[in-house]
């Protein structure tokens, strides 16, 4: 292969498609490389027993700004316009026994309390620092910061947590969010099981490994995961620098995982029913899991396992300890019997996944500057791009998708890395 490239966009989620759909845009001789056999990365929807079911982002967070969200509503797509999920939802339960009104009530109160000491925090401090830990709310409160942020309130960071540019705006996708990214690099020169597995940046043009050759390019759009770059699985050279090694070290992958099992009909009669359990046994015992059923009357139970608890049962047992953990809670709350009712069950396994190595980017605490690092400039030819770059969205896949056309952007303005506008 002796291919030169104006760009070389490496990774196809929503970052490498962002970048991608620019680069066409403003006439580049572009192409994406991706390790995977499909596209998408953490946008990834599947069928489960018939029905489609993302294992990756399912809502149009900030709807009103989500330029995914636009496409879906001019296209047809199956969306739900909501607002923010209800944080603690009607059915909550601690073992097999369900929360009364008042305790309800009082949980509510204490995560509105949470949200509210990050917010005036002073400074960029532990979440954990800032709340009561001694709540009797706190497990459950823990499984619902994890699941929103990946990490639990002792590596919440207060900065991070302000920094957001919160909308509430998140609607769910019928039809799957990973169908409707994936429609977007419809044409676009993408190569798949094309792993990078180095950049060399000290020649006249960059250099781009693949187990397929290397490509040579004016410049390179790095759009894995902070994970994958901080686990060297890409070599640079030369090595990526200090700030950004530090950049790596402040924003690591916090946990998130979902899983789907199709009933041989609705759970429930109401339609996309919530339900949050602290399991007392099982796999999960003492973990909080959501649990979504018959989402848009389809006959699914979805479970939303993050954090702690999705990092442990992955490293345990991958797909299977999350799919036992979520049977072992839905038994606990409805009883053996329902298992019995299931017909197909599917999971991600972001968290051990090479490709991706956790579920999205969360700052330590003190360290939400880290970010700012991960999104600078270190290179004139070379620019990091994705989700943990976005600095008011990150963790989101339209988040993602901005810093891979700002990146083309940015490297046009500076002449491709040959100096001046292109
Ligand atoms: C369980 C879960 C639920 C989520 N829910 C939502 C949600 O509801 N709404 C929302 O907005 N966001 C959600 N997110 C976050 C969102 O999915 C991500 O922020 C976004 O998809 C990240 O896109 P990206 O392009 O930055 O990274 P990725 O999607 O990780 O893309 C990087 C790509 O690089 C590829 N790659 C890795 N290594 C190499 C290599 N060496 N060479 C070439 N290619 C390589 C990967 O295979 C991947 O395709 C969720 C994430 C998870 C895990």
């Not at 190569?191 to 060399?200: G, H, M, Q, S, W």
């Not at 994970?227 to 620098?241: D, K, M, N, Q």
């Not at 429930?268 to 919530?274: H, L």
């Not at 053996?336 to 330590?364: E, F, H, M, N, Q």
Request: with cysteine; net charge negative; proline share 5%.
């Amino acid at each position: 292969m002796s291919d030169i490239f104006d760009v070389i966009i490496i990774g196809a989620g929503a970052a490498g498609i962002g970048a991608g759909l620019a680069a066409r845009a403003a006439g580049l001789n572009a192409v994406i490389l991706e390790a995977n056999g499909r596209i998408g990365g953490r946008a990834h929807a599947v069928d489960v027993g018939g029905v489609p079911y993302d294992l990756g982002c399912h809502y149009l967070h900030n709807a009103s700004r989500n330029p995914f969200a636009a496409v879906a509503l001019r296209e047809g797509w199956r969306v739900r316009m909501d607002l923010h999920a209800t944080s603690v939802p009607e059915m909550a339960y601690r073992g097999s026994s369900r929360l009364s009104d008042d305790e309800r009530a009082a949980c509510a109160r204490f995560y509105e309390a949470c949200d509210e000491a990050y917010i005036t925090a002073d400074g960029d401090v532990a979440g954990a620092s800032v709340i009561d830990t001694a709540s009797p709310y706190y497990t459950h409160y823990v499984g619902w910061c994890e699941a929103i942020h990946g990490v639990p309130p002792e590596r919440l960071s207060t900065g991070d947590y302000q920094r957001f540019a919160d909308v509430p705006e998140d609607w769910p996708v019928r039809d799957g969010y990973g169908a409707l990214i994936a429609s977007f690099a419809k044409d676009l020169p993408i190569r798949l099981n094309c792993p990078v597995t180095a950049v060399d940046r000290t020649g006249a043009l960059v250099s781009v490994e693949t187990p397929k050759g290397t490509l040579r390019g004016l410049s390179v759009v790095v759009t894995v995961s902070a994970g994958v770059l901080a686990s060297g699985a890409i070599r640079f050279t030369p090595e990526l620098p200090a700030v950004v090694q530090t950049g790596l070290e402040g924003v690591p992958m916090g946990y998130a995982e979902r899983v789907c099992l199709t009933m041989d009909g609705p759970v429930f009669d109401t339609p996309t029913q919530s339900v949050h359990v602290v399991p007392t046994q099982g796999p999960a015992a003492g973990g909080m899991l959501s649990l979504c059923f018959t989402e848009f009357g389809d006959p699914t139970v979805g479970a939303y396992i993050a954090g702690d608890l999705a990092h442990d049962l992955t490293q345990e047992g991958g797909k299977v300890a999350l799919i036992d953990a979520t049977e072992a809670a839905l038994a606990e709350v409805l009883g053996k019997d329902v298992l019995k009712r299931i017909v197909a069950r599917d999971a991600s396994c972001w968290s051990t996944d090479p490709l991706t190595l956790g579920g999205y980017s969360a700052a330590l605490p003190g360290r939400t500057v880290a970010r700012d690092a991960l999104a600078m400039r270190f290179d004139e030819r070379v620019i990091l791009a994705g989700e943990a770059c976005a600095l008011d969205y990150y963790a989101t896949a339209h988040g993602a998708y901005f810093t891979g056309g700002s990146a083309i952007a940015t490297l046009l303005k500076e002449g491709l890395g040959r100096g001046g506008s292109a």
